[in-house]
T-cell receptor
Framework: NAGVTQTPKFQVLKTGQSMTLQCAQD?????MYWYRQDPGMGLRLIYY???????DKGEVPNGYNVSRLNKREFSLRLESAAPSQTSVYFC????????????FGDGTRLSIL | QKEVEQNSGPLSVPEGAIASLNCTYS??????FFWYRQYSGKSPELIMS????GDKEDGRFTAQLNKASQYVSLLIRDSQPSDSATYLC????????????FGKGTLLTVNP
């Protein structure tokens, strides 16, 4: 019962480097989400994919891109990392049902120097 | 802009007391409401969901919803030190994207 799996768990980058955060869920969920969480700011939605084949911007999309690779996988890419992107990143998924909660992965702790 | 407001705390209660956590939301059309618990350095974990006005109880937890007042609360009875965490209120306003709007969370500390 893996649920939502995120890789890597920790990463340190230098400014300007690129990287992709991976997320996979095995709950047959349709919708997937990427959040960042910073002290005092709560969870902020970066991008989401309401269903396979669609992606949309959330509250803070600048500097990020996403790919919904298939129903299970939703990746987040930083093309040119900046110190302001130092954060904890969470992936979440849910069924297409307003009464269903989102289930979260364990998070990726990303530091950009 | 849909908003969910929580008192950031910290809320400090003695062990065995009732902890009361509150949340207000701006979108009157909101349909479903969730409480998540987040321990320091961990991911949010669902502890309660509520969809209709009134109370919903699960063990030591009771969620209360008042849609007319746009207010959701979480009561934790017989609080334990292991309940010390940040509690996030989340609201689903409907629509085909199934997005949740999260409050910034209330930090609860239960003192032995």
């Amino acid at each position: 019962n893996a649920g939502v799996t995120q890789t890597p768990k920790f990463q340190v980058l230098k400014t300007g480097q690129s990287m992709t955060l991976q997320c996979a869920q095995d709950m047959n969920h349709n919708s997937m989400y990427w959040y960042r969480q910073d002290p005092g700011m709560g969870l902020r939605l970066i991008y989401y994919s309401a269903s396979e084949g669609t992606t949309d911007k959330g509250e803070v999309p600048n500097g990020y891109n996403v790919s919904r690779l298939n129903k299970r996988e939703f990746s987040l890419r930083l093309e040119s990392a900046a110190p302001s992107q130092t954060s904890v990143y969470f992936c979440a998924s849910t069924l297409q049902d307003s009464n269903q909660p989102q289930h979260f992965g364990d998070g990726t702790r990303l530091s950009i120097l | 802009q849909k908003e969910v407001e929580q008192n950031s705390g910290p809320l400090s209660v003695p062990e065995g007391a009732i902890a009361s956590l509150n949340c207000t939301y701006s979108d009157r059309g909101s349909q479903s409401f969730f409480w998540y618990r987040q321990y320091s350095g961990k991911s949010p974990e669902l502890i309660m969901s509520i969809y209709s006005n009134g109370d919903k109880e699960d063990g030591r937890f009771t969620a209360q919803l008042n849609k007319a007042s746009q207010y959701v609360s979480l009561l934790i009875r017989d609080s334990q030190p292991s309940d010390s965490a940040t509690y996030l209120c989340a609201v689903n306003s409907g629509g085909s994207n199934y997005k949740l709007t999260f409050g910034k969370g209330t930090l609860l500390t239960v003192n032995p």
